[in-house]
């Protein structure tokens, strides 16, 4: 690797150091002012007396950050490696939008995605320890995941046999006008959403309503509880390696 590339890596890759600190904490403020741009930019009287000039300033720092990409594959020991990357995929993702809009307008405030970038902070204030949390948490819910679509398949038979029975009771005079938007209207009344933009009329109706909410609230704690247990789970103790020759532990061998 030549002096620049070196260079090149050790600000944009290695925040251990001030040039490399300095770099990611700047990235991190424009990071957030584009997405404050954007958001500001769907507001329609932002948007009606000062369009263009967030426009302009997205544009802006959309460029500078498909420069900083370009640098990240140049320095990079592995650029496809780095493309491939979890981190990779994102720093793509957020100057797409922008590009996009140009030709599909609306399509640039998808830019929001950039604020996954400001998971680079745990990198920046040395937290990547507590990385590990969300690493248990992760392998919590592999490990249940078997419980997990279980459970699922169970809600999907009874959101689809309940909307389904609603749609018998109720018809499209109560405004269940088919079996989607009865299997709807069941889904949202059993995770306790309740829209109410359509609610059974009829004695009967509201008999079935009222179990499925009952139901519901008990359901609601069963995927936190599934999760939790296995997040309690001890580990399993590592095995004590045994040499393969005289049969003992690897620790015991003088």
């Known amino acids: 690797m030549s ?21 990611d904490l700047a990235l991190i403020f424009f990071i957030l002012l584009s997405v404050v741009l954007v958001m500001l930019d769907s507001l329609p009287d932002m948007h009606d007396r000062w369009g263009i000039w967030l426009l302009g300033a997205e544009l802006l720092i959309t460029i500078l950050f498909t420069i900083e990409y370009a640098l990240r594959l140049y320095c990079a020991r592995r650029p496809l490696r780095y493309a491939g990357s979890f981190f990779g995929i994102v720093d793509l993702l957020a100057i797409i939008p922008t590009y996009a809009g140009i030709f599909a307008p609306g399509l640039h405030f998808l830019a929001t995605i950039r604020i996954l970038r400001v998971l680079r902070i745990f990198r920046i204030l040395n937290m990547v320890q507590f990385m590990g949390e969300g690493n248990s948490l992760w392998l919590a819910l592999k490990r249940s995941r078997h419980k997990i679509a279980v459970f699922l398949s169970t809600v999907l038979t009874v ?3 309940v909307g389904s029975l609603m749609y018998l009771i109720e018809g499209a005079e ?19 959403v309740g829209y109410g933009d359509i609610a059974p009329k009829t004695p009967l109706g509201q008999i079935v309503a009222s179990l499925l909410m009952v139901v519901g609230y008990g359901i609601i704690a069963v995927p936190t509880g599934i999760v939790t247990s296995e997040m309690m789970r001890p580990k399993a103790p590592a095995q004590d390696e045994i040499c393969p020759c005289c049969g003992r532990k690897l620790e015991e061998q003088p």
């Open 3 to 23: 002096i620049l590339r070196q260079k090149i890596y050790t600000i944009i890759f290695e925040s251990d150091t001030p040039a490399g600190k300095a770099f």
């Open 174 to 192: 109560g405004g269940f006008t088919s079996i989607p938007k009865s299997i709807y209207w069941a889904i949202v009344t059993m995770t306790t």
């Open 159 to 161: 959101v689809v046999f």
